[in-house]
């Protein structure tokens, strides 16, 4: 009654999550942001509850915080060049890396949306992102070249960015992608010196580089989370919701009158089902006849049913033929008396 989904998609949404694991407390809310992302995105209530089901399980997000995971993925979609479905698919791939070097799920949305924007692919996108992460939190724990490299490239010493990539891993990657950015053909040497020369991953952060301030800009907006109520509340708004939600009340109103009656539909059958089995027997006895009759029976009952207008027609014909005969003769008596008062009238 509350948001323009049908009853019969909540269950859907709902049958999903218990599947995937969404506990009881927090099964309605998961209804909430699911079927609010399949009227406000481009991602169905089927894939929504999925990915983001399996998101929340894989980088260990509370329940209760899906919804704002939701909500920075609208928010991301509705200010970059990229889809809610392009976001969530770049999320779903680096989910893994992310957990294990600490992102926050507004972290993954934003960078997922950077290399999104750029048209990278999720599939190459994900796997140079995920890389690239591993072999920062592998440096960040051995220190050696790799860790001196890395910390080079962002600007800082090697303490600062392993304190950094340890508090903030989020920022630690961006503050990489941006001195990228500053070395312009050196960062070919630097991702090769890295071990990152493969063509997917050197194009898709080479991409990244080059798009300015974007992926700083995609973190910092997959950190809001209060887009999806918004947008959820100007759909909703619409005449066409309305109407939807009016319609669902009476089918609310209808589910709940059948639940009412129900007893006393029940107890109707039982009342019925000795006439019930006999149209049962009656049927069954039709069967059981050799086919020449059965054909007969229904040629017969066929030209019955044919014939039921035309008796009706002609029925009605004979006494409107009727009528029309009665008026006749009625008008006949009359102008015969007509004809006899004149002929006595002297002229």
Do not use: C, H, W
Request: hydrophobic residues 50%.
């Amino acid at each position: 009654q509350q948001i323009p989904v049908t009853v019969n998609e909540l269950n859907r949404i709902g049958e999903l999550g218990g599947q995937l694991g969404i506990g009881i407390d927090n099964l309605v809310a998961f209804e909430t942001t699911i079927a609010q992302l399949a009227v406000t995105t481009d991602l169905t209530a089927d894939s929504a509850a999925l990915a983001f089901a399996q998101i929340a399980n894989v980088i260990q997000l509370p329940q209760d915080q899906i919804d704002n995971l939701g909500a920075a993925v609208v928010g991301l979609g509705n200010n970059f060049a990229t889809t809610e479905s392009s976001i969530v698919d770049f999320i779903a791939r680096i989910a893994g890396a992310g957990q294990i070097v600490g992102l926050s799920a507004g972290d993954l949305a934003g960078i997922g949306t950077a290399f999104a924007s750029l048209k990278v692919e999720a599939e190459a996108g994900g796997t140079a992102i995920q890389k690239v992460l591993l072999d920062m939190n592998a440096a960040a724990l051995q220190g050696g070249d790799s860790l001196r490299l890395f910390a080079q490239t962002a600007g800082l010493s090697v303490g600062e960015f392993r304190d950094l990539f340890q508090r903030d891993a989020g920022e630690a990657f961006t503050r990489f992608v941006e001195g990228l950015t500053s070395q312009g053909n050196r960062a070919f040497e630097t991702l090769d010196a890295l071990g990152l020369a493969d063509q997917r991953l050197t194009r898709a952060f080479l991409s990244a580089a080059g798009a300015g301030d974007l992926l700083r800009r995609s973190i910092q907006q997959g950190n809001v989370d209060t887009a999806l109520a918004e947008e959820a509340e100007k759909r909703f708004a619409t005449r066409s919701s309305d109407l939807r939600e009016f319609f669902q009340r009476i089918n609310d109103a209808a589910i709940s009158l059948g639940n009412g009656l129900a007893p006393a539909l029940l107890a109707a059958t039982d009342v019925l089902d000795p006439f019930i089995a006999k149209i049962g027997q009656a049927a069954q006895f039709f069967a059981d006849l050799p086919r020449p009759i059965q054909l007969t029976a229904l040629a017969v009952t066929g030209i019955a049913v044919a014939a039921g207008p035309a008796l009706f027609a002609l029925g009605q014909l004979i006494t409107s033929y009727g009528i029309v005969k009665a008026a006749a003769e009625t008008a006949t008596v009359r102008i015969l008396a007509m004809n006899a008062a004149l002929a006595a009238t002297p002229l």
